[in-house]
């Protein structure tokens, strides 16, 4: 194990047709928010969310992935709450990173003194690395033709972001969700686009989906998936670009190589959902805001503490 993702709850302003959250089982029901919303035994929580973090820290995990079911600086308050514990455990994590579509990564607000939110993320969240979360990193409007914000507030502005980002100085990852836009597009296209954004890391993540869907929206969402993902030729010539033209690093704890390709770290994710079977290691903790810790985003049986 090498990094546990902290669920951050509190909604999303987007509407992605591929939303990966809306595909496996979620809700009060069975993660209740028992970190924020358990009143009546706040100090007995707050204690069991210690522990789970510290026995992610004492089975190996040094990386912690602020993410979630929606985006994460929709709910700063629980950000906080983790900030905080992490300073108490007796081995903090300090390789912090998290996972957005660059939703309010660049509005200011009073509580940040009239800074950033990027400003609070490095000074406050002590966050290292921002992986954006992006369907085309050519177009910002075709963009989020794919993220659908729901206001003009959650458009992103790519060039803006990865700009502001870069004057942070934080390391900047690029997330591709792998959309047939990309059939149409040569990898030497896409590592320049990155290498002009800043990037220093890229990730091309294989998107999604379920075989045996169990209601509407779950059906609608694997279709979709099905029909506009990036076709497998793809992803091979892209994998075949990288072998040839990078400098292999290391393997990954969960199985990927990770490779050096024109001054950017670069990374294929066949398996973002850590869906395969038979595997021997397990890629990621997830941390829910019950305070309990699981090896799957889709399976509730996965529970290991």
């Not at 992610?56 to 629980?78: H, I, Q, S, V």
């Not at 406050?124 to 914000?149: C, G, H, M, W």
């Not at 670069?266 to 290691?281: N, Q």
Request: contains cysteine.
């Amino acid at each position: 194990m090498q990094s546990i993702s902290v669920v951050v709850p509190g909604g999303c302003p987007n509407r992605c047709k591929c939303c990966v959250s809306k595909l496996h089982t979620d809700g009060e029901n069975v993660y209740r928010n028992q970190i924020e919303k358990n009143y009546q035994f706040e100090d007995l929580y707050q204690n069991d969310y210690y522990d789970a973090m510290s026995f992610a820290r004492d089975n190996g995990c040094n990386t912690m992935m602020y993410t979630g079911d929606g985006e994460p600086l929709m709910n700063k308050g629980f950000i906080r709450k983790v900030v905080e514990i992490n300073k108490q455990l007796n081995q903090p994590f300090r390789w912090n990173e998290i996972q957005t579509t660059g939703v309010f990564l660049t509005k200011k607000s009073e509580e940040n003194g009239g800074e950033t939110n990027l400003r609070w993320l490095r000074n406050y969240v002590r966050i290292k690395t921002i992986s954006l979360s992006l369907f085309n990193i050519f177009d910002s409007n075709k963009n989020a033709e794919y993220s659908q914000p729901q206001s003009k507030a959650a458009f992103v502005d790519i060039e803006k972001t990865c700009k502001a980002i870069k004057k942070y100085d934080f390391t900047l990852r690029l997330s591709l969700n792998m959309v047939d836009f990309y059939n149409d597009v040569t990898p030497e296209e896409i590592f320049q686009r990155a290498r002009e954004l800043g990037a220093n890391q890229i990730t091309f993540r294989v998107l999604y989906n379920i075989d045996n869907p169990t209601n509407k929206e779950e059906q609608e969402i694997s279709d979709w998936i099905r029909e506009h993902k990036v076709k497998d030729e793809k992803i091979q010539e892209i994998n075949d670009y990288i072998k040839k033209h990078g400098r292999i690093l290391e393997q990954l704890p969960f199985g990927a190589y990770r490779y050096s390709l024109h001054g950017m770290s670069v990374v294929v994710d066949d398996d973002c959902m850590s869906t395969k079977e038979g595997t021997k290691e397990v890629k990621y903790l997830v941390l829910r805001p019950n305070c309990k810790v699981y090896t799957k985003w889709d399976d509730e049986g996965s529970i290991i503490f």
